[in-house]
């Protein structure tokens, strides 16, 4: 799996990536959630690559704060497509301008695996989650507090399993 490091990667190593990232692990609260053990989170030579090029428009000085507000602040977690894709969970900070990490978490894997990152307008996530609901997939509210659109969210349901 290559070379690693224990640090967020520099505007350097997003412009000319040459290894694996292992980022801080998720805060414990969150994992609880979940009903997770704590891992560290993996952001790959490859996926960084794929960003750059399927999301030239977010600018990559842009990253760091995508993903540390997304997996560090996180306000919602959705599990969107629970029967095609078990593992894949969006860790969503509404806070600043919706950032979105879409990691993979499994059990037989050493860590957390980041998919992708974006950011997204706030018509976008009510859609994301109308989609979740239709689709039976689960919504978790994680920081009520520090939400926007807050009689919106209030009607969505609690923290849920995701049995």
Known sequence: MGNFSKKMPTLADYKNPRK???LPDIPIKTLNYLHKKRKAVLL????????????????????????VE???KTTNILQPSYKSRPHYFNFISRNRKNSIVVLEITENKKQFEIVTFF?????DFWRMLKKTKRDGGQSI??????????????ALPLDQDYK
């Open 70 to 72: 997304a997996l560090y």
């Open 141 to 154: 509210i994680t920081d009520r507090q520090n939400l926007k659109g807050q009689q919106a969210a209030s």
């Open 119 to 123: 950011r997204t307008k706030e018509q």
């Open 20 to 22: 694996d990232f292992v």
């Open 44 to 67: 790959k030579k490859r996926v960084i690559e794929k960003i750059k090029k399927d999301h030239a428009d977010i600018p990559q000085t842009e990253y760091n704060n995508i993903i």
